[in-house]
DNA sequence: CTGAAAGCGCTAACAG
DNA sequence: CTGTTAGCGCTTTCAG
């Protein structure tokens, strides 16, 4: 592993090394002639350049470092897919630490990047609090956040409209027939979550319908929540004719209880989630649901932080991009009993 | 972002810098007042250590390059996600690159990571040629496998147990009664897939039981493939009582097709998954499987690899983990003709 | 157009 | 115990 450098090429090119790097470089000033003969050398030598060495005296990187609460959850995961791909594609490496959830760790593995001479970080925030707690830090480095940031602080962001994504699915329901639309699963101390449900309370506003509520007191959006929660929900009273779940996950957790209690989707109850994760486009599962459009915030989020990057003082930038309604077999039109019927 | 160096603190110190090198590292040849001293005033510089400049002297990342087809492929961001706190652990911080299932990008991923310097790459590789194309690459840098190497090449891989997954599979399904058991979607050109179809294989002489497969010819096992596979064989005449898949996507693909049938699962047809992924522990898809214990693999990997970076001359390791049976509801136990009833 | 030399921030001998 | 110094491999002025 005794790597060869370019002091190795150059003695080989009868050439100072220099002249090797300018080759390498693709500067201008050197004669095509050398160039090429010296290129063929490095070829064959098999020389590789050390990044490291670069990085020391361009002092950067070309590093992005990613930190999300855990890769394996699918949204994230899609993300960090789409992340690589286009980062790579702009010249940039992904180091990817996992927080675990946890707001220390968070902090410590941002800690850890910003010693590694990342060139910025895009992240995923534990929670609302990340933004305050990790202020210090952010400072240093350019950062994106992948979610909204309630607090009015000064960073980038980009983010789904939470907002509209509940409101439009609220209003999709309504124009199946549904008038009697219970929102599932409200995570209090989630800003995603506040806004999803400002949508939701919104459109029953708007469409004259009455809201009803039910509030997830654990700390997930996870499915075994989904189907506590709704183990609850289907053992007492309920007359609802369609849930908007205040996420995919919930509304699998949903769908299990449902089965459990006899309960058809959509038959007796239609369903729809938000955020489209892949579990939901599977064929048993088939979630009509609102989709986060994660590409498009993968590339919108690395080309904010290039930005920031290249010009640090730019003011600070929020996308926030349009959610959409993915139709799939978890709700049906019903006769509403105005008579208004809807296919 | 002009960062503080050791130079800054030390002037601050009015020490050497190597001082505050030494302070730094725990070097025993400093005093205890000294080395406190200094860092308390690091601390209170802010100063982060440059691992990039480190990196540079000590011939060291402590950086491993992870590449795999997509990181958004539930075995592989489980995998990862696993990798990466284990690998964090131990004091590495993961570099992370798609393949996209390219052989060419792979290469290409991998020779950028090798300029990194990485101490260490970890892979999945996209198929069994990947042994033989990246041998020249993987010469050059302490590599570890997760796949296993059929060509007999000098390699470290971990993996588990392919044939004994299957074979397990098979007998627990003969053992609940199924004398019938197809086995769905073998890939032709897989490693993998071979070793699965030989388990099957074997169990099936061992038990008497007459073998049946349905080979899949495209070039992967996702679930679309099993659907498609999965119409074909329902459309034409079929009498087993069950089915084990040579992937759990497969099954699920199995499972939209039995649906559309109305083939009832497990009420007409057991089936059984391979990979345990986790869309399978879902209740709506519920999918006894075999599983792959990702995470005894992904810190077996890590081990292995540290264990080369230290000592790159050991012979060459490969594991073989041991798959388990996980039951969930796709399997029942029938009647078998020769009155043996199983519970 | 090409060579010489400085220096990126740090570690590791080698002296004191 | 602490300071001095020589690089790690590369880019980049500054001279030729």
Do not use: W
């Amino acid at each position: 592993m005794g790597m060869i450098t370019l002091k190795d090429v150059a003695k080989v090119a009868g050439v100072s090394y220099a002249t090797v790097s300018r080759a390498l470089s693709g500067s201008p000033e050197i004669g095509e002639d050398t160039r090429k003969r010296i290129l063929k050398i490095c070829e064959e030598m098999g020389y590789t350049p050390n990044s490291v060495a670069r990085s020391m005296v361009m002092k950067r990187t070309n590093i992005i470092g990613l930190i999300l609460a855990s890769i394996d959850n699918p949204f994230m995961s899609e993300l960090t897919n789409h992340i690589e791909i286009y980062a790579r594609k702009c010249g940039y490496n992904l180091m990817v630490c996992n927080s675990s959830y946890d707001p220390n760790l968070e902090k410590e593995v941002f800690s850890l990047l910003l010693g590694r001479q990342v060139d910025g970080i895009i992240m995923i925030p534990v929670g609302n609090e990340s933004y305050d707690s990790l202020k210090a830090l952010t400072a240093q480095v350019p950062t994106v956040f992948i979610s909204e940031n309630m607090q009015d602080l000064p960073e980038n962001y980009v983010a789904v409209d939470n907002r509209r994504g509940t409101e439009s699915a609220t209003e999709y329901l309504y124009s199946l027939g549904h008038r009697k639309i219970v929102y599932f699963g409200c995570r209090t101390h989630s800003v995603t979550h506040s806004l999803r449900l400002e949508g939701y309370l919104d459109a029953c506003k708007k469409l004259g319908i009455a809201p009803s509520v039910i509030h997830n007191h654990y700390s997930r959006s996870s499915y075994p929540v989904g189907n506590l929660l709704a183990e609850e929900y289907f053992s007492g009273p309920h007359d609802h004719t369609a849930m908007l779940c205040a996420s995919d996950a919930l509304a699998i957790g949903v769908m299990q209880a449902a089965y459990n209690h006899g309960v058809s989707i959509p038959g007796d109850l239609s369903l729809i989630g938000f955020d489209n994760i892949s579990f939901s486009a599977l064929p048993p599962i088939d979630l009509t649901t609102i989709n986060q459009p994660k590409q498009q915030m993968a590339t919108e989020a690395v080309d904010m932080l290039l930005d920031r990057i290249k010009n640090p003082d730019s003011p600070h930038r929020r996308v926030i991009v349009p959610p959409t309604l993915v139709e799939r077999k978890s709700c049906r039109p019903i006769r509403a009993s105005e008579e208004e019927i809807h296919v």
